[in-house]
């Protein structure tokens, strides 16, 4: 799904999970990614609600989840921070946010909307799926 549609473009997101112990299936969601091809735009936001993972699982690293957040952030905004994706065009960097992988933070599915204003959503998501 791709292009504009009444003024708007489509745009892409997932939520970022945290899964503190992987054998019980629990999961909080903690973050979202946002991309919009017709725009060149990627992006993330993440919110750690401590209390509710330590509910979950009284030993998380809770240091250890907020680095791996900041990293997610960090791969979206590109340069330094992005480390071995720092060249790579916002959609690699998307995709590559969002495979599938066994660590405490993983991407959920990816959703597809439209919106008038792609640098909006990553914090619309967050109030709405997250906080």
């Known amino acids: 799904m791709t292009g504009r549609h009444n003024g708007r ?4 997101y997932a939520l970022l999970r945290v899964v503190p112990r992987v ?8 973050g979202v ?11 993330a936001r993440v919110h750690l609600d401590e209390a509710r993972l330590l509910a979950l699982d ?3 690293d809770v240091a250890g989840v907020r680095a791996a957040l900041g990293a997610v952030e ?3 905004l590109g340069g330094e921070r992005a480390g071995q994706a720092a060249g790579d065009d916002p959609g690699r960097r998307f995709r590559w946010l969002i495979a599938p992988r066994s660590t405490i933070v993983q ?5 597809a909307g439209l919106t008038a204003d792609p640098a909006a959503e ?5 109030d709405l799926l997250v906080r």
């Open 58 to 60: 009284p030993a998380a």
């Open 74 to 76: 960090g791969v979206c």
């Open 33 to 43: 990614v946002v991309y919009c091809q017709a725009k060149g735009y990627v992006a």
């Open 9 to 12: 473009d489509v745009f892409e």
């Open 23 to 30: 054998e019980r299936g629990e999961q909080i969601n903690a």
């Open 122 to 126: 990553p914090e619309r998501l967050l």
């Open 107 to 111: 991407p959920g599915p990816v959703h």
